[in-house]
Every structure is written in C-alpha cells, then in structure tokens.
C-alpha cells in the first residue's frame, strides 16, 4: 500500500504541470478572444474552392 | 415601391438603383467596393452573409497625417524598421464577413503580410511591410472597402492597455486547492481510526496545508486588503468578517494538525475562497466593445491640416494648434477648435455635440464651435482658442472630470456588515466566556468555531451574484452598464433628467410638415425629380418624403447654390427652392429648420423639418409616475407646448441650457437632497452626465461614440425604461431576501459552533451547501422577474 505515497505525488506533479499550462495559456493571451477563432475556421474551405472555381473556369 | 435592397450593403437602393455585374448597387461606394473584392478573388464575401458590407465614406486626404511619422509611431504597436504591427478599432466590423474579408487582406496588396480579426472588441492587427505599403496606404486601404478605422487622440495617449487577469490566477488558484483537498480530505471524514489511513494521516494533512498556503496568501490576498483599507477608515465593511473567518479558518486548522488533535477545515478554507473569487469574477461582466471612459479626446481627430502664410499644408497635430492658426477642414472631418469660417460653405453636423439630426448651414465670417462634422465639401477656418480652450472642451477642465470614479457610495452589503461583525463579535465573546469558566480547553474552540461559521461567504456572494445576473439581462436587452454596482444606485434613483435632442427625440428621422399653399401631383413629381439630383441632406430626406415616382420629367435646367438652394425649370414651371434668403423672403423668427419653395416667383410655402419625439414616449413617461421628471435642453423654447403635455404639471423644463449649467443644475438638485438619474446623448451632456448619480448615454448606434457615463441604452429600448428601472429594484429585493436566507444557515451553523460541535464534516458540508443555494436562488429569481418585467 505504500506504493500510494508515490502515486498520489505523482497525480499532484501531473496537475500542477497541467496548472502551469493553463495559467500560461491564459498569460499568452489565449483566451482574449474566443469567439473570433470559432468563425475563422470555417474560413479555410471556402477560399480553396473559390480559387479552384477559378481554375476550372479558366480551363474551360 | 418595392424594395429593392443594395447587394453590398442591404440599403434600400430606393428608385435609381446601379446597376452593375447584374446587382444593384445604392451609390457608387458600394458599386466600388464590389468592383475590388470581385477582381481580387475576394467576392465569396457575399457567399458568407447577405448584403454585410457598409458603404465606403469619402476619405480624400483624411489620413494624410499618418505619414507624418511622430503621429504613426503613436499608433503603432511595434515597429522594427522593416516591418511594423497596428492595432486598429474598426466600429463597422459586425458579421462574419467581416472577419473573412479583413483576413484576407493580404490579397488586396502584397504588402501586408497579416491581419487578425478580433471580433468582440471590434479590432483588427495588421502586420505589413513599410517599404511596401505605408500605415496611410493601409488605412486607406481598408476604408476603401468600407472599414474605415477610428483613430483619436486617446489612441495615441494610452496605446497599451493591458487587462488584468490576476482573478483569473486567484480562482484557478483556490479551485486547484479546493479540488486536491477535497480529495485528501475524504478518506478522514469517513474512516476513523483505520490502520491504512492511520498510517498516510500525516502524508495527506502536510499535502493539505502545503495547498492552503497559496490560497491564503496568494488568492485570497485582495480581501486581506480591502478589510485593512476598511478598518483603517473606521468601516466594518464585508471584508473584515471574511478575512477574519479565512484567517482563523487557516489558524486553527493548522494549530490541529501540527498539535495532531484534529484534520483542521482546509477544504472548507479553499472552497470559501474558491466561492467568493467566483461571485466577484461573475460580477465583473466588461462589455469589450463599449467604452464607457470616453471623453472629447476619443471623438476629436488626432490631427489635422494647417495651411501656413505661404499657402503650404502641414500636418499637425490638434493639441499644437495656437491661436490665429488656418486649418483645412475636409468633408466628414471633425472640427477640432473653435473658430471663425473663411472660407468655402460649411454644413456641420452637430449630431454627437447636441443630439440635433439636421445640419447647420454657416457662411464665410460666422463662428463654428468645435465638436461639429463637416458634411459637404472642405472649408478653411481660423482657430481662435486652442483645443482645451474652446467652448466644448473647457467643460473637462471641471472638477468632476478629475476625481476618480470611486466615489464612495455604501453598498447594501456593507450596511449589513456593520451589524453583522459587531453581533458576531458579541456572539464569540460571550460563548467564549460560558465555554472559559465550564471547560477552559473548549472556550478556544467555541471562539474560533463561531468565527469560522459565521463568516458570511453566502452574504458575501449574494449582491454580486444577484447584481452580476441582472448586469447580463440588462445587456441582453440592449442596455450595457459600466458595473455591477450601478444597478444599486438605480434603485435609489428618484429623479429622472432628460436631455431633448437625441435623448427623448431620435436623430434618425426627421419629421417633415408642408406648411403652405398645397402642390398638385405634377408639382410634386417634378419637386421631386428635381431633389434627386442634390446631395444636400435635407434635400435627401425631402425627396425621400415625397410620394410618388420620379424620372417621368427630367428638369430642363439644373442648377445647385451650395448652401443656399436649387434652381430647376421644367416645362412650363420655373421651381426655386431653398432658404429664405436665397429666394428673398423675410422671416421673423427663426426657431426651426425648413426649405422654402418657389413656382414662377410664387412661394407656394415650406417644408419644415421637425426633431420626431420617440415612440410612444408618453407612454414611457406616463409609467414613470412614482420619478419626478424634468428636462433639460439646449435647445430654444419652440417646443415648450408639447413637452410640457408630456410631463405631469409643474414639472421643471429648461431650455437654452449650456454645457456647464446642466451640469451646475444636476449638481444643485443633489444638493437639494435627490438622487438623479440623467439621460443624455451628445457631449454637451457629459459634464451632466458625471455628475449625476447615474448617468446613461442613449444611442442610436452604440459601437459609434458616446460620452463618459455609467451605462448605454440603445435608442430602440427607449420605451423599456421604466422596466429597467423596476427591474434594479426587484434585484435590490431578492438580495434582502438572499440576505435573510443566508443569515439562517449562519444560525444554524452557530447552534452548531456554541454547542461545540463544529466537526470539519459539518462546516465542509454547510459552507458549500449555503453558497451554492443562495447563487441558484438569486440567480432563478433575478431570471424568473426579469422575464415577467422586460418581455
């Protein structure tokens, strides 16, 4: 049963680490704006097929 | 007519749309915009909304001064000689179009190698090249597609502000060590006396302690201090009692486990605090896109054109104009001091000074005060006081401008409080002292129990909770305040004080009459085929008014005075339109806007325009019987008749009323013992507007500008009003309820306390449990009346 002293120190170093990262997230700024990003990324898509309509167009 | 809506932009393109590429366009603007999009590959704009665009305004030589690189390197963020980053403020960002095509600016010119989007706080970075492109050429840019951004002198002055996010910290922090303790804290309250747990006892309470440390020191520091503040100026506010119970909390428990007589309360230590960091990041909503600190500075221009003796233009910038200096004031600019017009024919727009729709026309030698908008062509004027110096500005050399927003204004909570620690206080002496002369080694567990239960976490979440959800309900319903705690002031407003024009009228429409002999149809269809033609806009809201179709007749003859009126000739009718100076005629008084009309040297009569009052505006005020209303304006008396209809007998109206009188007026009825809440739009209110216990800024459109004040009402929800008003006094109730609730879980816990049965079982159950039901319980209520007043 001893093995719990390693285990539960272990977890704790886990969640710290992931503590760390989330107040470094928040320090770099990550969460200024969350809405921007949701509507960016359905962005991507649309520009490729505008350029391929294009394309085909001209090789017509 | 049916309607007919503009591709770019969504305007009702009305009967002479452009035509272009199939789609109709209102003006050329948009026409133009449409033209780059399309030929950059960039027209899927119009894929992702309907009509998103805005049109492009004129910008000819607006921007010029960002070549002038003292200015640019105000605005811009970072700079390293090759490639330079600007954040910009663009108001017209709305849609998702918007992000896509200001992403992709890099299409447009090779030089710009960046740009992001942040949409709640309308911004946008751009990244870019300057040997490329130049920051003017960027603005330029993305003006010409119809994001033209707003640059002012408070950019300039506090380029970086940075958010503070030390409660982020603080509640992930507290809830990290609530969590963990929890979870070390379980095995004890279940098992006594167990070999395994014996045996790991000391391992997991040195965990707990070790955790609590940085939520005493770190997360819960803010309270440590506001309670020190507080009782070095003799107030007992909420703090004292919190930071009391945190500290003994923290004291005992570890006095228990390093003297092994106990598990000591660290979880209910962390979620105390984990609970009270939460309710005051709850009440803490920012509305990013809204300021709410704007003075002059953010409205005026940052700089402007002076032409020199030898007929030279220099840029300069506003703060350096002196006396006697020329200044080129092109269309849509700002006027940014006092002075006299030399030259060209000025239409200002006073519409953000006074609220006031209808431009004012000025002639070569009349006086423009600053704050007006040229609407029509350049102008060139002489400065006659520099900029802090005139007429508008001087009102922020006022003392209320200069003191801190702090005023110190005792909030429910801290009324309660004051009681609440003398009872409590009196509550642990006199148990300590039953306990000290019974059983000496109980007397200090009873003091520090009572201090420990009795310390008000759910009266302390209570306001903010209650306060903070009705914050969000207001700003659901269009109506965004500053803080949290200006609802409590509402709630003790008696006084309401309106401001005319714009507040109480709305400078969208005009309301137009035709006073006079009546025009026959054909009159009427060639009046209005003849208004087509001008771009005046009082022309434009006439000829928007008229019934009919134009395009029938076409005038033979055309002619347009700047500034004064229109000459047209049909077959067989001669028409002379405009003011009455233009066509001769004498007026007497001179107290509101109208165009007169002439047909073969005959005046048929006037069109005069009127201010419309807003919808149903008695109504509002009617169901505001139990405030005294009174109204201020700065207008002149024309419309003494009808307002007074409006308002109960006797109710003060004052008329002609400058800048600084509102402000003094508000200021005396303080002092004559009301509490005054006052509502005003342009910036000749914002010395009203600060001084008043509440101040809201009512605007048509509020991502364009408003002045200081504690909270914005848009126009549209004029009529809700006496429903907000309502609504800050129910959420005033369900805290004295909340209030009441939460003082019986502290009875509860103290029978517990005095009897010296506080187990850390009951306090990690009861802390929680009467958080958690005050939140639910302000929170379903403040929704559940919300819903009932507002809908």
């Known amino acids: ?60 | 007519m049916s309607k007919n809506p503009c591709y770019h932009c969504g305007t009702d393109c009305k009967s002479n749309p452009i035509e272009f590429d199939d789609k109709a366009f209102c003006c050329n603007g948009c026409k133009t915009v449409y033209e780059i999009l399309n030929q950059n590959e960039l027209s899927c704009y119009y894929d992702l909304e309907s009509s998103p665009g805005s049109i492009p305004k004129e910008i000819q030589g607006k921007y010029d001064y960002l070549d002038n690189p003292d200015i640019s390197n105000k605005i811009t963020t970072f700079d390293d000689g090759s490639t330079t980053v600007v954040n910009l403020f663009i108001p017209s960002i709305h849609c998702s179009s918007c992000i896509w095509v200001l992403e992709n600016l890099e299409k447009l010119n090779q030089g710009i190698k960046t740009t992001q989007v942040n949409f709640p706080k309308k911004e946008l970075r751009i990244t870019f090249k300057n040997e490329e492109i130049s920051l003017r050429q960027v603005v330029e840019l993305i003006s010409s597609i119809g994001y033209e951004p707003y640059i002012s002198l408070e950019n300039s002055e506090n380029a970086s502000k940075v958010a503070d996010k030390t409660i982020i910290y603080q509640i992930a922090i507290a809830g990290f060590a609530f969590g963990n303790i929890m979870m070390l804290s379980f095995p004890e309250y279940f098992e006594v006396d167990e070999f395994w747990l014996n045996r790991f006892k000391p391992f997991f309470r040195f965990l707990m302690f070790s955790f609590s440390v940085p939520v005493l020191v770190y997360a819960a520091r803010d309270y440590f201090i506001s309670a020190y503040l507080g009782l070095k100026k003799g107030l007992l506010n909420i703090d004292v009692p919190l930071s009391l119970g945190i500290l003994v909390l923290f004291l005992r428990s570890s006095y228990e486990i390093f003297s092994n007589t106990g598990q000591g309360y660290f979880d209910s230590l962390a979620g105390l605090v984990f609970f009270l960091l939460l309710g005051k990041f709850f009440q803490k909503k920012t509305y990013s896109f809204l300021s709410f600190e704007r003075d002059y500075k953010s409205y005026f221009p940052i700089a402007i054109t002076r032409i020199n003796k030898d007929q030279s233009h220099v840029t300069i910038v506003v703060n350096d104009i002196q006396k006697g200096d020329r200044i080129l004031i092109r269309n849509e600019e700002i006027i940014p001091v006092d002075g006299i017009l030399i030259k060209g024919n000025a239409l200002i727009d006073y519409s953000f000074v006074t609220g006031e729709s209808l431009p004012v026309i000025k002639r070569s030698g009349d006086k423009l005060y600053a704050g007006g908008k040229q609407t029509q062509g350049a102008i060139e004027m002489e400065a006659l006081e520099t900029v802090t110096q005139s007429y508008l500005t001087q009102l922020w050399s006022n003392d209320i401008f200069q003191k801190s927003n702090t005023r110190n204004i005792k909030t429910i909570t801290d009324k309660i409080s004051k009681h609440f620690t003398i009872i409590i206080l009196l509550i642990a002496f006199l148990s300590g002292t039953y306990w000290y002369f019974h059983d000496l080694s109980t007397a200090f567990q009873v003091v520090s129990a009572v201090l420990i239960i009795a310390c008000p976490c759910a009266l302390a979440m209570s306001a903010p909770f209650a306060l903070g959800n009705t914050l969000r309900i207001f700003g659901r319903h269009k109506f965004y305040l500053k803080n949290a705690g200006v609802i409590e002031t509402m709630s003790k407003i008696d006084t309401l004080v309106f401001d005319k024009t714009g507040t109480i009228t709305s400078n969208q429409h005009a309301e137009i009459v035709f006073e006079g002999e009546a025009l026959d149809e054909r009159e009427t269809t060639c009046l209005k085929s003849l208004l087509r033609s001008s771009n005046h806009p009082l022309s434009r809201m006439l000829f928007d008014f008229l019934p009919g179709q134009t395009g029938e007749e076409l005038p033979a003859s055309f002619n347009e005075i700047t500034g004064k009126g229109l000459e047209g000739k049909f077959n067989g009718l001669e028409f002379r339109i405009g003011s009455p100076g233009f066509l001769g005629i004498e007026v007497s008084e001179n107290l509101s806007t109208y165009i007169f009309v002439k047909i073969n040297g005959k005046v048929k009569g006037k069109f005069i325009f009127k201010n419309s009052y807003r919808e149903n505006l008695k109504a509002t005020f009617d169901s505001l019987y139990d405030y005294e209303k009174q109204i201020l304006s700065g207008d002149n008396e024309g419309e003494k008749v009808y307002l007074s209809s409006l308002l109960p007998a006797n109710s003060a109206i004052h008329f002609n009323q400058k800048p600084e009188n509102k402000l003094f007026y508000i200021k005396k009825i303080q002092e004559a013992g009301k509490k005054v809440m006052m509502l005003g739009d342009g910036l000749n209110d914002a010395g009203a507007l600060a001084q008043s216990d509440v101040g809201i800024a009512v605007s048509e459109n509020i991502n364009v500008f408003s002045p200081a004040c504690d909270g914005i009402l848009d126009a549209s929800k004029f009529a809700q009003l006496p429903g907000f008003l309502k609504m800050s006094k129910k959420t005033m109730n369900i805290i004295v309820l909340s209030f009441i609730i939460s003082l019986l879980y502290n009875t509860v816990g103290l029978y517990f306390a005095v009897t010296a049965q506080l187990s850390p079982v009951i306090a990690a159950i009861l802390m929680p449990l009467s958080s958690i039901s005050i939140v639910t319980f302000v929170t379903l209520s403040t929704n559940l009346v919300s819903k009932k007043i507002l809908s």
Not at chain 1, 30 to 39: A, G, K, L, M, N
Request: net charge negative; aromatic share 12%; glycine share 2%.
């Open chain 1, 1 to 60: 049963m001893d093995i719990i002293f390693m285990l539960i120190v272990t977890s704790l170093i886990i969640a710290v680490i992931f503590f760390i990262l989330f107040v470094k997230s928040v320090k770099s700024g990550q969460y200024d704006d969350v809405y921007t990003p949701s509507v960016r990324m359905l962005f991507d898509d649309e520009l490729i097929t505008e350029k391929q309509k294009k394309e085909s167009n001209s090789n017509k």
